[in-house]
């Protein structure tokens, strides 16, 4: 988490290449699998949401 917020502060700055040299020692391929998993886990649910939502309404109009 440290090198996370200080190649996100190094980049805020506009020193583009800093954020580079503090993720190198990250996993980035692990990383991005995670947040890919974790996008889809949330895609799913609001979905689901949607369409509980939708089917309640049906159900209570009829």
Do not use: K
Request: hydrophobic letters at 45%; zero cysteines.
């Amino acid at each position: 988490e440290a090198r996370a917020l200080l190649g996100r502060l190094e980049y805020q700055r506009g020193n583009y290449a800093a954020p580079l040299q503090v993720f190198r020692g990250l996993d980035v391929q692990s990383s991005l699998e995670q947040l890919g998993l974790s996008i889809i886990t949330i895609i799913s649910h609001s979905i689901i949401t949607i369409i509980f939502t939708i089917t309640t309404f049906t159900i209570i109009e009829e």
